[in-house]
């Protein structure tokens, strides 16, 4: 059974900094791994999507990386801002009859002015 | 920019009681998602729909969950009797066609407590 952690459970920064969401998941039988972010109270927006055949992927200041063989994946945040506050979710689509995403339980990160 | 809609945004009910959440996927979505996310958790699959037909619905509790999505298009999650459990946020997401390189598209979710 696919399983996916996320570490840490939470991070407090200031602003400015450079930062690092780690995400890793059980079977590498993956489809695509996606971040996404959640802003309390609401929905989820996508943030990158790797293919497993893909190693990274790049939008502004995140950069996401996949290493499929060991089961990890990091997200990198450059020059945190305090919009960026908020819980970043690590997801793996699985084979199912038509596509399952499975989900690790969340970062939440706050950056403090 | 077209969205995935939601209703409604919040609900309070009483434990044993009967409620209902709507769904509006973006236009010509063929796949619908219905993801159950409790506090401080991920969201989890309750289940999923090609067209009008259930394609995974493995973890839906059947004994007091029903799902339909009648005509392919927009889709009703109904919990009778509600529990106390049952309090977390009830997301909706849609897909253009199957899983693949697409992102699935989520909306604001609406937030069930039951007291």
């Known amino acids: 059974k696919q399983e996916v952690t996320q570490i840490p459970a939470a991070l407090s920064v200031p602003e400015g900094e450079n930062l690092v969401l780690n995400c890793s998941f059980t079977?590498?039988?993956?489809?695509?791994l996606q971040w996404f972010r959640q802003d309390p109270g609401k929905g989820l927006t996508s943030l990158l999507l790797?293919?497993?055949?893909?190693r990274e992927q790049t939008s502004g200041r995140l950069n996401a990386s996949l290493d499929k063989s060991s089961g990890r994946s990091t997200l990198y945040i450059a020059a945190s801002q305090p919009g960026d506050s908020a819980t970043y979710l690590c997801?793996?689509?699985?084979?199912?009859?038509?596509?399952?995403?499975?989900f690790g339980q969340g970062t939440e990160l706050s950056v403090k002015p | 920019e077209a969205e995935v809609a939601q209703s409604p945004r919040y609900k309070i009910t009483e434990k044993s009681q009967a409620v209902a959440f709507w769904c509006d996927p973006i236009s010509g979505h063929a796949t619908l998602y219905w993801y159950r996310q409790i506090l401080g958790q991920g969201p989890e699959l309750l289940v999923q729909f090609q067209d009008e037909s259930v394609v995974d619905d493995s973890q839906l509790p059947k004994d007091r969950f029903s799902a339909e999505r009648l005509k392919g298009v927009d889709s009703t999650l109904k919990i009778q009797p509600a529990e106390l459990g049952d309090s977390a946020m009830y997301l909706c997401a849609s897909l253009p066609g199957w899983g693949g390189a697409d992102t699935q598209y989520f909306g604001p979710g609406t937030r069930l407590t039951v007291l």
């Open positions: 997801a793996v689509l699985i084979y199912n009859q038509g596509g399952k995403l499975i």
């Open positions: 079977d590498s039988a993956i489809y695509n």
């Open positions: 790797i293919q497993s055949s893909q």
